[in-house]
């Protein structure tokens, strides 16, 4: 299973100057919840991202750059579709963006991650527009703004509908 993961704005921003523009540690519990023991795959940008998000079992990180410096249990590919052969043999991969990476993996994607933060914030990286109709909602948490929490949340799962 392909399962895209990100927290966006309600214009679906995620990321601005190569970091999330808010801090919701409420999500970041949700996302260490879900991801816990799963692989990665990442683009460059992502993986080199001060707040960047690495897997302590597998990360696979998307570059042209042979010569990129790489934490342990983590290995380059060239493409998605070659980083998706080296982790076959794994039930669930987790793709962290970013922004053109969840455009390369959208239409592969069984599973979608979003939280939705609901602000506007300024920044440069946008999710990937969604057609709706391919998915369903199975399950939606809502968490509210709090003393840790800026801002209110909806944390949702999506399946595809069947092909």
């Known amino acids: 299973m392909i399962a895209l993961i990100a927290a966006m704005d309600l214009h679906r921003l995620i ?18 919840a879900v991801t816990d023991g799963k692989p990665f795959i990442m683009g460059r940008k992502s993986y080199q991202a001060v707040d ?22 983590t290995a380059l590919a060239g493409s998605l579709e070659e980083a998706l052969a080296m982790l076959a043999d794994e039930p669930e991969v987790f793709i962290l963006g970013g922004a ?33 109709t391919e998915w369903t909602l199975v399950r939606s948490r809502r968490h509210y703004a709090d003393a840790e929490n800026s801002h209110t949340m909806a944390l949702n799962e999506y399946q595809r509908r069947k092909r």
Not at 16 to 26: D, E, K, T
Not at 53 to 71: C, D, G, H, Q
């Open 15 to 32: 990321g601005a100057g190569n970091r999330l523009p808010w801090h919701l540690p409420a999500d970041w519990a949700h996302f260490q």
């Open 52 to 73: 960047a998000l690495i897997s302590s079992y597998r990360n696979i990180i998307l570059t042209s750059k042979a010569e990129l410096p790489t934490e342990a249990h």
């Open 100 to 132: 053109s990476v969840f455009e390369q993996a959208l239409p592969m994607a069984d599973y979608l991650y979003l939280t939705i933060v609901h602000g506007f914030f300024e920044g440069d990286a946008y999710f990937p527009k969604v057609d709706w």
